[in-house]
Structure formats: C-alpha cells, structure tokens
C-alpha cells in the first residue's frame, strides 16, 4: 500500500541520515582521542569539540523534529500558552544556540517590556528548526519586533548566502526524496516543517525568504501576541492512518 511503502521510506531515509551524522560524530571523536594521546596543545582541538558537539545536537534535533511531525509526544497533546517576555526568551535561546551549535548569533530587539503568549517549548523548537534551515551560516542575526498592536515577529537572517526558488520549495517540501537530488527538509533535519506547523498552530504565519540586495535568505514568523484558544494541537503527518 502507499502508507506502508511511505514508511518503509521513511525508515530507510532515518536509518541513512542518523548513520551519517554518527559517523561525522564518530570522526570527530576519533581524531579528539588521537590528539589527547599525542598530547599536542594546538587549535585543533577546540575546533573538534566544536564539531562533535554540533554533530551530537542536529542528531538529536532530528531525531525530536520526526517525532514531533510523524510520531506522538508531548506536544502533540496541545500546546499551553504562557505570558512570557519575547525579548528574554529569544535572547536565551541565541545564547544557547552560540554555545551548543557554536554559531555567531546576533539578537536585537523592539522592546524589552512586551509580553506575548506563547508555548515556551514548542516555540523553542521553531526557532531551533528555522536556524537548521540555515544549516551552512556560521553567522545569523535575529530580529523580534512588533509588527502591530495585536502581533510580534521574529526574524532570523543568513547573510551573504541568497537561496534559490528549487532550494526554498525543497526545504518547506512534504517529499521525502527527490530524483533531481534537489535539495529537501530532511536533508536539514525537518526544521522548516517543524518550524512552520509549530507558528501556525499558534495561529501565526511561517515564510522563508531571500533578497538579492544584499544577498541574503531569511525566515520570519510571525505569530499573534494573544491566543484565544488555551490548548492548540500541530497537525501531524501520520504514516498509517487508524483503521
């Protein structure tokens, strides 16, 4: 059936992309060891840590992000909003980004005294999602604002780097594969799919973008200060429906 051949799918697509980032892990630890024992202070090794860290955080985004769009868990439960300060909350989740993806993040901010209602966690996990999308930016800039009485965006932006019409409709692409090897959302751990579902079921809206002058690609979400609703569920994909 076409359930059970999607699954299959999905399965030897996992298996593929969770071997590949364990062998990245794998080599880089191999090469922390063999310093360690030649014991030689250089600058490579930072640079190790630097990759094995990195490698083990997008394997396990991965992992969260087809859970989350295929699977069960927590936050599929609904989503339970909090009044929160966006300011602090993002600016907490760049330094955590600078430290476990050992990026350069640059965060600016509207105002300081703006609440909104948000789900903490799962908000997280968009924001974490659309900075996978930028996967090969050393360097990102983050921008929340206040785009009107009743809404507030985020902005994050890779600068220099101005992604193609083929390589956004990959990205934000249901497709598992692609027999012209374009470029889709597994290839970035899912994080555009998982970024957009979570922004929508806070009733915002989700857009990857690009600008030519200056070059550079950009997400925004933009999401309502004030939720209606207390609980909200993500839509998820199921691979076999119940019957």
Same mark, same amino acid.
């Given at each position: 059936?076409?359930?059970?051949?999607?699954?299959?799918?999905?399965?030897?697509?996992?298996?593929?992309?969770?071997?590949?980032?364990?062998?990245?892990?794998?080599?880089?630890?191999?090469?922390?060891?063999?310093?360690?024992?030649?014991?030689?202070?250089?600058?490579?090794?930072?640079?190790?840590?630097?990759?094995?860290?990195?490698?083990?955080?997008?394997?396990?985004?991965?992992?969260?992000?087809?859970?989350?769009?295929?699977?069960?868990?927590?936050?599929?439960?609904?989503?339970?909003?909090?009044?929160?300060?966006? =300011?602090?909350? %993002? $600016?907490?989740?760049?330094?955590?980004?600078? #430290? /476990?993806?050992? @990026?350069?993040?640059?965060?600016?901010?509207?105002?300081?005294?703006?609440?909104?209602?948000?789900?903490?966690?799962?908000?997280?996990?968009?924001? =974490?999602?659309? %900075? $996978?999308?930028?996967?090969?930016?050393?360097? #990102? /800039?983050?921008? @929340?604002?206040?785009?009107?009485?009743?809404?507030?965006?985020?902005?994050?932006?890779?600068?220099?780097?101005?992604?193609?019409?083929?390589?956004?409709?990959?990205?934000? $692409?249901?497709?598992?594969?692609?027999?012209?090897?374009?470029?889709?959302?597994?290839?970035?751990?899912?994080?555009?799919?998982?970024?957009?579902?979570?922004?929508?079921?806070?009733?915002?809206?989700?857009?990857?973008?690009?600008?030519?002058?200056?070059?550079?690609?950009?997400?925004?979400?933009?999401?309502?200060?004030?939720?209606?609703?207390?609980?909200?569920?993500?839509?998820?994909?199921?691979?076999?429906?119940?019957?």
């Amino acid at each position: 059936s076409t359930a059970l051949h999607r699954q299959n799918e999905l399965i030897s697509l996992l298996k593929h992309d969770i071997e590949t980032r364990i062998i990245a892990l794998k080599r880089a630890l191999d090469l922390l060891e063999a310093k360690q024992l030649s014991d030689q202070d250089d600058e490579v090794m930072p640079q190790l840590l630097a990759v094995s860290r990195r490698t083990t955080v997008e394997l396990i985004d991965f992992i969260e992000n087809v859970l989350l769009l295929y699977g069960e868990g927590e936050i599929h439960e609904g989503l339970s909003f909090y009044s929160v300060k966006p =300011a602090s909350f %993002v $600016s907490s989740i760049a330094t955590k980004l600078m #430290l /476990e993806k050992n @990026l350069n993040v640059t965060f600016s901010q509207c105002r300081q005294d703006m609440f909104v209602e948000i789900d903490p966690t799962a908000f997280e996990r968009a924001i =974490a999602g659309a %900075v $996978s999308v930028f996967s090969h930016c050393d360097a #990102l /800039e983050m921008e @929340l604002t206040e785009s009107s009485e009743d809404s507030f965006q985020l902005k994050i932006i890779c600068p220099g780097k101005c992604l193609s019409e083929a390589e956004r409709s990959g990205l934000m $692409s249901e497709q598992l594969r692609a027999a012209n090897g374009m470029e889709l959302a597994s290839t970035n751990g899912f994080g555009a799919l998982v970024a957009r579902r979570v922004v929508e079921a806070h009733g915002g809206a989700f857009a990857l973008k690009t600008s030519k002058e200056p070059p550079m690609s950009f997400i925004i979400m933009e999401l309502p200060k004030y939720q209606n609703k207390r609980h909200k569920g993500i839509r998820v994909q199921r691979l076999i429906e119940n019957t």
